[in-house]
């Protein structure tokens, strides 16, 4: 078997089980069980025991998104659209999480349109979205906020209201 | 009526706190039955009402059972499975048996005995497997597949005790026409039976419900025994859609089974000439007679007596099947040890299960620090 091989197994009244080994030797295991939870174990090369996490589904999925690369940094994600239709119109969309300094500033306050030029679209709060915020919205600590602009729009974004 | 909603509310907060602690159910459901039955003055007793829902309980459990036996799920590694199915079967069986036949149980009592010492619980086993996060061990495939084997010897226990005096070739001729009949309805009527299931109305549940009712009830006029028949039906549903019929049947499942743990704990006296020495030398055979088991399995599959402890720590707990046994076969004396067994078995396993990694690193380091202290200077 090479080592990329994934193999996927039906274990009768637990679940599905996926489990692959890394070109290093290290074992990655994922289990779907039937109680609706995902278990991920991983064991390193020459190790004996696992190590495990049990995610609910959203939080797996949440991984899933980070290993496939479609959230750039750690935290914080960006996507560039270009219509080229439109003159080449390029857009970015872009998530931050809100620093202490910004808690309990309004959209207004803060000065976001005028400064920057970029829009927040949406924040989550508590797994819960609020789409298109009024400038009246007050942000909270622990907000992610939705900000879409353009490229240097979002630059100015970052450095203006993010860092100050 | 009242004892079923006493049961039934008293359940509730048992099952609220197990899942708090993240502890094994079964056993205190029976107690609770225990406690409020003949020995707590009676607040619950056995009537119409309950005896239905219990019957209901192993029914479904058992179809159940059935649905997760599926045909092609036949492990890979056939061999292993054999070889600790064997030992495990064997090495119960007889300490189980010699141990209630001495103890001065007739002899098709201790044939009960043994076959209720023998079956681990499947249902704790699986969860603890999943709660204590152990399903990459090497061990848990063992054990999984374990609990497969088991169950399948106790379909074949099950046809051999409710055989009683009929002509046995002709019994099997008869389950095997059954399970014919059932698995060509199942293979015909495919596509009709996942059209019902994908709806979205009541028909799903109501199908489910009617359709292992309707089987159990036909089993009378063809002098198969129920238990057979439902786990028939659940093999045969199996071949569909048995991730639907699961879930539309689970419902009728937790209920009912419930219900069946508690009235079984209700039936059962420790008050009255209960033989605490028998009770009691039984109960802690079973946890050593697995331990055998699991060491010899360990050794034999894994290489590793290590690996037997784990193994061990996760088949101690007794449960569902012992008690369903006990139930269909067991006269009272047989279902107060059997009960009795499920309980400290139980609730032993569960605790080995959750600290049995302390166990094994406890295990390994002693061995190396004497191994150190043997080494010549």
Redesign the interface.
């Known amino acids: 078997m090479s080592a990329m091989a994934l193999r996927s197994l039906n274990l009768p009244g637990v679940g599905t089980k996926y489990e692959f080994e890394t070109d290093k030797g290290d074992t990655v295991a994922i289990f779907f069980t039937k109680t609706g939870g995902i278990q991920m174990y991983t064991l390193q090369k020459g190790c004996r025991t696992p190590s495990a996490a049990e995610m609910s589904p959203v939080e797996a999925r949440r991984l899933g998104n980070i290993l496939t690369g479609a959230i750039i940094e750690a935290d914080q994600e960006s996507v560039e659209i270009a219509f080229s239709a439109l003159a080449d119109l390029r857009i970015t969309i872009h998530t931050f999480f809100i620093p202490a300094a910004v808690v309990g500033k309004t959209i207004e306050e803060l000065q976001i349109r005028a400064k920057t030029g970029a829009t927040v679209i949406a924040v989550c709060r508590h797994d819960r979205n609020i789409i298109n915020p009024p400038p009246t919205f007050v942000f909270e600590k622990g907000d992610a906020a939705l900000v879409i602009g353009e490229s240097d729009q979002i630059k100015t974004f970052e450095r203006e209201i993010m860092v100050n | 009526m009242e004892s079923l909603i006493v049961a039934l509310f008293v359940c509730v907060v048992l099952a609220l706190i197990t899942k708090y602690f993240s502890i094994p159910a079964i056993p205190f459901y029976i107690l609770a039955g225990v406690l409020l039955g003949k020995a707590g003055g009676g607040l619950l007793t056995n009537n119409e009402v309950s005896q239905f829902f219990s019957e209901m309980g192993l029914i479904f459990l058992l179809f159940f059972m059935g649905l ?3 045909p092609e ?1 036949i492990a890979s590694n056939r061999s292993a499975v054999l070889t600790s199915g064997i030992i495990d079967l064997n090495v119960n069986m007889i300490i189980g048996f010699v141990a209630a036949y001495m103890l001065g149980f007739t002899l098709t009592e201790s044939l009960i005995i043994a076959s209720a010492f023998y079956i681990s619980s ?1 249902a704790m086993a ?1 969860t603890s ?2 709660e204590n ?1 152990k ?3 090497r061990e848990s ?1 063992t054990v ?2 374990l ?2 084997f088991e169950d399948l010897v106790l379909i074949i226990f099950l046809a051999l005790l409710s055989a009683g005096n009929q002509n046995l070739i002709i019994f099997f001729v008869k389950i095997i026409a059954v399970l014919g009949i059932l698995y060509a309805l199942a293979h015909y009527g495919k596509e009709f039976l996942i059209s019902i299931l994908d709806r979205d109305d009541e028909l799903p549940i109501l199908f489910t419900f009617a359709a292992v009712l309707t089987t159990a009830s036909f089993s009378l006029y063809l002098g198969v025994p129920e238990t057979m028949m439902v786990i028939a039906l659940g093999v045969a549903f199996a071949t569909t859609d048995p991730d639907a019929f699961e879930q539309h049947a689970r419902p009728f499942k937790d209920v009912f089974l419930v219900v069946f743990f508690v009235f079984f704990g209700v039936t059962v006296d420790f008050s009255g000439g209960a033989n605490w020495f028998v009770i009691g030398a039984i109960s802690l055979l079973a946890v050593v007679s697995k331990l055998v088991s699991g060491l010899l399995t360990g050794i034999f599959i894994h290489g590793s007596a290590l690996s037997g402890l784990e193994i061990w720590a996760n088949t101690i707990a007794r449960g569902e099947f012992s008690i369903a046994l006990a139930v269909l076969y067991g006269s009272p004396v047989v279902g107060t040890t059997i009960a009795a067994m499920v309980i400290l078995t139980s609730i032993v396993g569960s605790f080995m299960a959750k600290y049995s ?1 302390i166990l094994r690193r406890g295990l390994v380091s002693h061995s190396r620090h004497k191994a150190l202290l043997r080494r010549p200077h």
């Open positions: 997760g036996l599926k799920r499947t699986l497997l999943i996060r399903l990459m061990l495939d999984i597949w609990m497969v990694g």
